[in-house]
């Protein structure tokens, strides 16, 4: 089922988690939305053997069964101050122009390190932006220390058949949504 191809990708994602992690003494942080790429890097972290921390960050939006699927992967569960909702009702309705949101609710430091299941191959925009399997990069406004991370892109290079491989090969257990919408993984 695994093509030479992305077996290749898979050795070469391996070998990038384990280069970022040797040398370092802490934990790397799997940035974990219960969709299917965090699924796979947390495959990927598994197999390169590092030490890592599983994250879910609850926008209290979530799809449903979503949460109980990360806590079935494993992953810690933080909750924040304020609902999605409670957001809303402060600041408005975000839009792609002005997306609060986000930075409150998911893009904000935990840990020094952190491996994010972004892909090329999921819009124009990323393809365009995300150049490099890793950069240095800043949560909120402020550029200092205690903003800062080196985020890690496994995926990048990875396309949605690639995923899918995988996910069968390694029999994943997705989220249930991707059960419930026409077949996008099969059972």
């Not at 598994?46 to 609850?58: L, M, P, Q, S, V």
Request: glycine share 8%.
């Amino acid at each position: 089922m695994i093509s030479e191809e992305l077996q290749k990708k898979i050795d070469s994602s391996i070998k990038l988690l384990q280069v970022i992690a040797k040398g370092y003494n802490g934990e790397i942080e799997v940035a974990y939305s219960g969709g299917k790429d965090s699924d796979v890097i947390l495959q990927l972290a598994k197999e390169a053997g590092i030490k890592y921390r599983a994250i879910y960050k609850n926008t209290t939006i979530d799809p449903p069964g979503t949460i109980a699927h990360a806590i079935e992967m494993g992953a810690e569960i933080l909750r924040p101050a304020k609902s999605f909702f409670q957001l809303v009702a402060e600041h408005g309705f975000p839009n792609r122009h002005y997306r609060f949101c986000c930075g409150i609710l998911k893009e904000y430091k935990v840990l020094d390190k952190v491996i994010i299941g972004v892909r090329k191959a999921e819009s124009r925009k990323r393809k365009e932006n995300y150049q490099e399997p890793t950069e240095c990069r800043y949560y909120g406004s402020k550029k200092d220390p205690e903003n800062h991370v080196e985020a890690i892109y496994p995926l990048l290079e990875w396309t949605d058949q690639d995923v899918h491989d995988f996910i069968l090969d390694r029999g994943i257990k997705c989220a249930p949504i991707y059960y419930n919408r026409g077949g996008a993984i099969p059972n």
